[in-house]
């Protein structure tokens, strides 16, 4: 079975700086998906970031870009430029592009991030 | 286009009481998903729903739980009776055929006293 590991529970940023959250996974398949979703307390899970694990560009999205490492079976989070709105609880999560287990979704724990103005 | 809807929004109740919480979808969306997330931990998949059949369900506990998708668009996630362990957000949601992402709602908070 696959797992994702998020070993920061909580981080902080200043404003106008640059945090980069980790993420760990295992999984035996060579085809997937990679994803980062942001929490707030409204309690919606808001998709921040997607990445194709065939593709070896990392994503980019405006100031949010991943560092996909597929060997080392890393994905990290950078968020640049850091806005008092990105403060959230951060999720990331994998999905097998296979059919064995559907579109099933699984999450890492989660880290806290915290921006200080 | 209207998200994923999820009612009630918070829901207290006593511990053995019944409760139910219900999900509408995205218009055309025919997967729907069910989440539970306990404070402090990432979702974990309930049941997957395939139109109106679930093609998932190995995560929830049969005994108390149950979970329904009439016409393949509403579905309604039921507790019977609630333990305090229950206590937890249940989210919903869902994505077209082969879009491999998906579109939460705000989920459902539920505090079993």
């Known amino acids: 079975a696959q797992t994702v590991t998020q070993s920061q529970p909580e981080m902080s940023v200043q404003e106008a700086e640059t945090v980069t959250l980790s993420c760990t996974y295992d999984?035996?398949?060579?085809?997937?998906?990679l994803f980062w979703y942001k929490q707030p307390p409204s309690r919606q899970m808001i998709l921040v970031i997607r990445?194709?694990?065939?593709?070896?560009q990392n994503a980019t999205e405006n100031r949010f870009s991943v560092n996909f490492q597929k060997a080392a079976k890393s994905f990290s989070l950078k968020i640049s430029d850091s806005q008092l709105g990105d403060a959230a609880m951060y999720f990331c999560?994998?999905?097998?592009?296979?059919?064995?287990?559907?579109?099933?979704?699984?999450f890492g724990a989660g880290t806290i991030l915290r921006v200080k103005s | 286009e209207a998200g994923v809807v999820q009612s009630p929004r918070y829901k207290i109740i006593e511990k053995k009481q019944p409760v139910a919480f219900w999900c509408n979808p995205i218009?055309?969306?025919?997967?729907l998903y069910w989440y539970r997330q306990n404070l402090g931990q990432g979702p974990e998949l309930l049941i997957r729903?395939?139109?109106?059949?679930?093609?998932?369900d190995s995560q929830l506990p049969k005994d108390r739980f149950s979970a329904e998708r009439l016409k393949g668009v509403d579905s309604t996630l039921k507790i019977q009776p609630a333990e305090l362990g229950d206590s937890a957000v249940y989210l919903c949601?869902?994505?077209?055929?082969?879009?491999?992402?998906?579109?939460f709602g705000s989920g459902t908070r539920l505090t079993v006293v």
């Open positions: 949601a869902s994505s077209s055929q082969g879009f491999y992402g998906y579109t």
């Open positions: 999984t035996s398949e060579s085809d997937y998906y």
């Open positions: 990445q194709e694990a065939y593709k070896q």
């Open positions: 999560a994998y999905r097998s592009a296979g059919t064995d287990y559907g579109n099933k979704l699984v």
């Open positions: 218009s055309g969306h025919n997967t």
């Open positions: 729903y395939e139109n109106e059949e679930a093609v998932d």
